[in-house]
């Protein structure tokens, strides 16, 4: 029929034609870098935009009137792969020739961000060939490949986030007087703070779809390697989660050396992507099996090195870090505390309190299944470090207002830290309950996504965190009655 023969034509172009196009933008951000001809560099944006518009649909177009539909997916993949090992390396590149020919005077921040985009870059390449090899390593052998919430995230803003990149890499100041040209400058002009936010996300939800990846396919992947042996099995096995556990922790540095740039905001962002990784981690282990004891062993060590690693990975995160953004952000303002209190004495405190809270978490024989005793060191974190992020930000509008942000601070800092050691306060597992409620997990997912990309990221955590803090008042009638174990994540 004509109109199949069509809708089969516009398929193919949707889905071929992205290679061209990008190519084709690669071209031009070679001419931009010799020749710097600001419409050269409007032909490479117009082209990266259409290819990520062809990104955004082909899928749905080649599933409501595609009569190939599982191989349009196939090829879509592929595609997928051609088009980002073309487009990153070249943003990679961009970024550092627009320090050295467009903004010579740049600063720390200019060149960090610069760096921080090749760290991206890498990690896309990495997820790319990783996702490819584990789908063909397990083909028929597992599980059918089903994409993950993060996996679609991740195919829905990579492109554009490419195409933003590319504007942003190439742009050339006082080109031609056009609307066109006018609107694509604007993208070429965003502030470095918003692009960190954006690369920031990108950034966790890679590693959030390389965790999903693991957590789906890694047990038939490991079947297939260890042929039988469970005690090896189990060894290899335990790099993933380990490994996400690291990735923790990494987050948390990430963030404390954003704090001593000033960049709260990412730096709370990244707070968030630690808390991420730490319900990732304990979701691989137990997806895997890792947290049953082996075959003809009743009980489990009651230390292993997941846990030494889980442990120490939070104390860095949400102990440690929290109070040092603290005592980094009021001590550079010159705040005075009520009573004469020491902000370092505040920052130990609550550093303190939050590895008693861990201590506590790892020698407790009696746990209680889906609950916490006190509030665990995440939320801790989350809830604190929100006050310091509403006080960097709104004492740079009204510096008079200093010191009742200060006090408002040291107060939830103090509060934090007791909140975490009492123990006879229940507080549910979060992580699992979002397993077990979809709702919840997407009105939480859309919630902390208009709170990103709004100006008021602190307050709608802190509210979402307060709602925590007083949660056993509500949750408490639903303890079980009866202890198991405990959850894997403090």
């Known amino acids: ?6 809708s089969k034509k516009i398929t193919a172009l949707l889905v071929y034609g992205r290679p061209p196009l990008v190519f084709g933008g690669m071209l031009c951000a070679l001419a931009v870098m010799w020749f710097h001809n600001p419409v050269v560099y409007t032909i490479g944006v117009v082209m990266l935009f259409v290819a990520m518009s062809f990104d955004l649909v082909d899928g749905w177009f080649a599933a409501r009137f595609g009569s190939h539909a599982t191989f349009a997916h196939l090829a879509d993949r ?22 050295a ?16 985009v090749l760290v991206i870059c890498v990690t896309v390449l990495i997820r790319d060939s990783f996702a490819h090899f584990i789908r063909w390593f397990t083909m028929g052998k597992g599980p059918e490949p089903e994409n993950s919430e993060f996996t679609r995230l991740r195919t829905v803003v990579a492109a554009p986030v490419a195409a933003l990149l590319y504007a942003n ?5 006082e ?22 936010v ?26 297939e390697l260890c042929l039988g042996n469970e005690r090896l099995r189990r060894k290899i096995l335990a790099v993933l989660p380990n490994s996400l556990t690291i990735f923790n922790a990494v987050m948390g540095l990430l963030a404390l050396w954003f704090a001593y740039q000033d960049r709260i905001r990412e730096s709370y962002l990244l707070l968030i992507g630690a808390a991420v990784f730490d319900k990732l981690d304990g979701a691989v282990a137990r997806r895997l099996g890792l947290t049953e004891p082996l075959p003809g062993v009743e009980t489990q060590p009651r230390f292993t090195l997941g846990g030494i690693l889980d442990d120490i990975s939070d104390g860095i995160s949400f102990c440690i870090v929290p109070a040092w953004i603290y005592s980094i952000v009021l001590a550079d303002s010159g705040v005075a505390l009520p009573a004469g209190i020491s902000v370092d004495m505040v920052a130990w405190f609550y550093a303190l309190a939050g590895v008693a809270r861990l201590i506590y978490f790892t020698i407790d024989t009696r746990p209680i299944p889906g609950f916490f005793k006190g509030m665990p060191t995440p939320a801790g974190a989350l809830f604190t470090a929100s006050t310091v992020l509403m006080f960097s930000q709104y004492t740079a509008d009204a510096p008079e207002s200093a010191p009742f942000w200060g006090a ?17 306060l229940r507080y549910l597992h979060v992580g699992k309950y979002m397993d077990q409620n979809a709702w919840f997990k997407r009105l939480s997912i859309c919630m902390f996504g208009i709170a990103i990309i709004s100006p008021y990221l602190g307050p709608i955590c802190f509210l979402y965190l307060l709602g925590y803090v007083f949660s056993p008042l509500v949750t408490r009638r639903l303890l079980p009655g009866k202890t198991a174990k405990k959850p894997s994540m403090p």
């Open 101 to 116: 020919y467009i903004m010579p005077g740049y600063d720390k921040n200019d060149l960090l961000h610069a760096l921080f």
């Open 175 to 196: 080109g031609p007087p056009s609307k066109l040209y006018f609107w694509i400058s604007w993208l070429g002009n965003i502030p470095v703070k918003w692009l960190f």
């Open 1 to 6: 029929m004509p109109s199949s023969r069509f």
């Open 78 to 99: 592929i595609m997928d792969k051609i088009v980002y090992a073309i487009i990153f390396p070249v943003v990679a590149a961009g970024m550092m020739w627009r320090l």
């Open 408 to 424: 408002f601070s040291t107060v939830v800092m103090v509060a934090g830290g007791v909140l975490m050691n009492l123990y006879p």
């Open 169 to 173: 890499a190439f742009y050339i100041p």
């Open 198 to 223: 954006i690369e920031i996300l990108f950034l966790v939800i890679n590693f959030g779809s390389i965790a999903g990846y693991l957590r789906k396919y890694g047990s038939t992947f490991m079947n």
